[in-house]
């Protein structure tokens, strides 16, 4: 069964503290791994397309890394700015699987 | 601004009245999704169309309809809805199946 599973399902970080949230998924015939940033009462954000293993994309303060089997999205110093429910989702073709998310609180 | 768009934000029906979400976009896009979210579940795919007159089901279609007769809009059709459809629907747009996507601002709906 094709699926993506994130981890933690919540994490609280202190400003300026690193730390990574995982993807990881069984999708059969991976054709892209997406990362979205989704803000309380709005519509996910696209954020990164990964396609092959060894993939990694930046934006900000924001690396998305791709394996064979999991994805990785770094926050490297983050400010309260960045709170935000983080998704991910893998497609084979034409259907999408999203994972339920990582709620990211950053504390000033 | 590219964007997409969704109508109506709220809605509030009873059990069997029929309904329709419209859902539009103005970037060209070929590739349209609905999805519903509901808590601990994430986003559920629910129909997905890859072109005019092109459409099929994603992981919860029961209890759904589309229609795709025109590339820019999508409509979400509900013929007897229940409670179990009450939900946040998003309505998403890209230029295919292996790039990101638009999404719109979601409606939420309550069956009662």
């Known amino acids: 069964e094709d699926q993506v599973t994130q981890s933690p399902e919540a994490l609280r970080l202190q400003e300026g503290e690193s730390s990574s949230l995982n993807c990881s998924y069984t999708v059969s015939g991976l054709r892209g791994l997406f990362w979205y940033r989704q803000d309380p009462g709005k519509g996910p954000e696209f954020l990164f397309t990964l396609y092959s293993a060894g993939e990694e994309k930046e934006k900000e303060r924001l690396k998305a890394t791709l394996t064979k089997k999991e994805s990785f999205l770094h926050i490297t110093a983050p400010k309260p700015e960045d709170s935000a429910t983080y998704l991910c989702a893998g497609t084979s073709g034409n259907q999408f699987y999203f994972g339920t998310g990582t709620s990211l609180t950053v504390i000033p | ?112």
């Open chain 2, 1 to 112: 601004e590219a964007q997409v768009t969704q109508n109506p934000r709220y809605l509030i029906t009873v059990t069997g009245k029929k309904l329709t979400v419209t859902c539009s976009q103005n970037m060209n896009h070929e590739y349209m999704s609905w999805y519903r979210q509901d808590p601990g579940l994430g986003l559920r795919q629910i129909y997905y169309s890859m072109n005019v007159e092109v459409t099929d089901k994603g992981d919860v279609p029961e209890g759904y309809k589309v229609s795709r007769k025109e590339k820019r809009n999508f409509p979400l059709i509900l013929e007897s809805p229940s409670p179990n459809q009450t939900s946040l629907y998003f309505c998403a747009s890209s230029f295919g199946a292996s790039y990101g996507y638009t999404f719109g601002s979601g409606t939420r709906l309550t069956v009662v």
